[in-house]
């Protein structure tokens, strides 16, 4: 004789732990839209920060080679006048080392700003090679916003914001830990 047995049993989660798992998710979700938002501003500066080293690096360059025409056309003025005895050898190797010295920094400058437009490059790609200074002397300095008007903003920062989301998750975790003790039941 043959014996088979067949059984069905259900487990039923005790307590709220169902709601309490889909909050835990539902928070979950949020905080990682506030870290996504945190990530996009935090690319927003580095790639703002990158195009104003570039800016920076381009203007010295263009005042460093400013300076070492300068100090060529004045190389080239001397040279009449130390033939005619009215200036010194002194004079004239001055000025050759300023020529120098300027063109040693406007090499300097050049990988400086070769540099920058390759930091430029990791955020925007091949337009890194069109960017150019802009000019920004309509620019107002401006005064700087009141503390108060800063403290208020604070809630409404993407870093702030993605800290309260893990707060909730943590809250949620918490809570889930706390409705762990009561013992699930099975039917």
Known sequence: MTQTMSAVEQMLPGGNKRELRAARSSAEAVQLSAELAARQRQIVRDASLAFVSLQGATRQLELARRLSRE????????????????????????ARTMVTMAHHREVQLAALTER?????????????????PHDDSGMAAGEPRPLAELVAAIDGH????????????????????REATRADKSI
Not at 116 to 132: F, K, P, Q, V
Request: charged fraction near 20%; glycine fraction near 4%.
């Open 158 to 177: 993407p870093e702030h914001a993605m800290a309260a989301q893990s707060v909730n998750v943590a809250e949620a975790d918490v809570a889930l830990a």
């Open 116 to 132: 920058a437009r390759a930091e430029l490059s990791r955020w925007i790609g091949a337009a890194a090679n069109d960017a150019a």
């Open 71 to 94: 100090s060529a056309n004045q190389v080239e003025s001397l040279v009449p006048s130390l033939r005619a005895g009215r200036s010194s050898q002194a004079d004239y190797f001055a």
